[in-house]
């Protein structure tokens, strides 16, 4: 079920894209009661979870390459390689124009899986907010494995079985071959109902990055990877407030709307923090 504030939302979607129809009844139908404090919030999840999806085909398209952290590479014009494997934004680019470069100039990078889906996110924010907002929030942009900057606003939650496209889902192998560590599992994007994007295997069905995984086992194991109950995605709510045209979201609200989805809120300087 879908709350608009306190009321159960009844609305005409036919104009709205296929892939907005297809979350918004998901939701609708669904006995979990999904809140929103305003059409403009649930809108904006609608667009940014769309464009999600679109950055993690086009990063498909795009000819990067998976690579282990030790043998990751960049377009040196707008990143610096660190010793760690991690791109370090060079001054003189944008936050923007770092992360479309990647999409445009693919063939130049490599980097692996959990990089590639914080790589999708900030993607699917940019073309979801104002630039210049997205500028500002992620200047000295630094992209290695999960590190991302607190603006982009992670939740973790469990229930994988009641994910939309757009949520981080992950694949996990127990019994990796330690040879072979880079395959102990799979961060993924979920397009649509069983069907995912993962850096390094591309866009598959579950199933298949079980089998895929489960090639990289130790020897002799019969411990099947799986699908974990673990699904993230960005605090709509929150970034909701800098897309072109929309009114200021009440601090308050965020904070309230975050707390009912199980999160917990700190304040440090100029910035609030949020954890799942």
Known sequence: MILIGDQEAVL????????????YFSKKNSPTTYRY???AHLKFELRLRTAIVEAA???????????????????????NLNNKGGFELRENVTPAEGIRDIFVNGSLY????????????????????????????????LLYDWHYDSDLRLIEKHGAPQSFPGDVLYFKNPDVNP??????????????????????????????IISKLNRHRIPGSSTSAYLTDQV????FLYLSQFEAGNAEVNPDAIQQSFMQEGGIASQIGRRRYLFA
């Open 232 to 235: 993230i995605y960005p605090d």
């Open 37 to 39: 404090v305003s059409l």
């Open 179 to 208: 040879a072979q560590i880079e395959w102990q599992g799979e961060n993924t994007i979920k397009l649509e109902e069983d069907l995912y994007y993962g850096h390094g295997i591309g866009i598959v069905s579950s199933q298949s």
């Open 110 to 141: 490599g980097f692996e899986c959990a990089t590639a889906i914080v790589i999708v996110l900030y993607k699917g924010v940019l073309d979801s907010i104002q630039e210049k907002d997205f500028n500002r929030m992620f200047a000295d942009l």
């Open 57 to 79: 085909k086009a990063l498909k398209r795009s000819g990067v390459q998976f690579e282990t952290f030790e043998h990751s590479h960049c377009n040196e014009q707008y990143w």
């Open 12 to 23: 005409e979607v036919g104009t709205w894209p296929a892939l907005w129809q297809k979350n």
